[in-house]
């Protein structure tokens, strides 16, 4: 498959495949064209040659790079996520819906500040925030852009285990890094992206990888 906006290609004859269960780290320089393919998995890209085959039960969740929010955005955390609930003609919610959303705060260990303001909440909360939002819809296919970028240490240690519980009962995740050694921790599978020359293989392989570059 190939990607590019226009007609300046961004990403040349890549091959992958991606299996159920996966945790697919994608790594490489600024511009090598990591967004590129996260917007085509996204279908907001139509490749320009080749083509991205999908099984048709795949449900994309997708959790951007921080966002920051202003201090006085007045949504709570639980308000926040329940955005995520389809649209529908009451603006209140079932007893459901209010299961499913408290079902979710409590896996990304927000229960204790649901009720708080967004705009409030530390950088990592706020992550974790937008990751239960994408959870809300039940994805089966978790895609995180740079979403561990500007968090402190144990803020990005604490999302990504989160994630990996998910993905440790059957969710895909991808997760695009500048982060090798997170990648390390937490991938199971990699793609290294180098303008035109890109690899791919089990978390294993990636050391190996690098150490013979
Ligand atoms: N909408 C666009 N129109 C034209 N060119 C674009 C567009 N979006 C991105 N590009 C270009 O495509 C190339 C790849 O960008 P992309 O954002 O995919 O890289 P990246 O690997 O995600 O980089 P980073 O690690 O800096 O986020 C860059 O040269 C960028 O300038």
């Known amino acids: 498959m190939s990607l590019g906006y226009g007609s300046k290609p961004v990403v040349t004859d890549l091959n992958l ?3 159920q269960g996966e945790f697919l780290v994608v790594v490489g320089e600024n511009g090598v064209g990591k967004t590129t393919l996260v917007r085509a998995l996204l279908k907001q890209l139509t490749p320009h ?3 991205i085959v999908r099984d048709p039960k795949v449900k994309i969740g997708y959790v ?3 966002r920051n929010l202003d201090n006085e955005y007045p949504l709570s955390i639980r308000d926040f996520i329940a955005l995520n609930l389809p649209m529908k003609m ?3 919610l ?3 819906e209010r299961q499913q959303v408290d079902r979710i705060i409590k896996a990304t260990n927000l229960s204790a500040i649901a009720d708080q303001p967004l705009g409030l909440a530390s950088g990592g909360e706020k992550q974790r925030t937008y990751l239960a939002q994408s959870l809300l819809s039940n994805p089966n296919l978790l895609i995180l852009d740079e979403s561990t970028a500007s968090l402190d240490p144990d803020s990005k240690i604490e999302l990504l285990s989160l994630v990996q519980k998910f993905q440790q009962s059957g969710l895909t995740v991808i997760f695009v890094t500048h982060d090798w050694e997170l990648a390390q921790q937490f991938g199971t599978h990699f793609l290294h992206m180098e303008p035109g020359c890109y690899r791919n293989g089990t978390i294993d392989q990636l050391s190996q990888h690098l150490g013979g570059k």
């Open 49 to 51: 040659a080749g083509e």
């Open 90 to 92: 009451m603006p209140w």
């Open 64 to 66: 951007p790079q921080f």
């Open 17 to 19: 495949s991606i299996q």
């Open 94 to 96: 079932t007893t459901v």
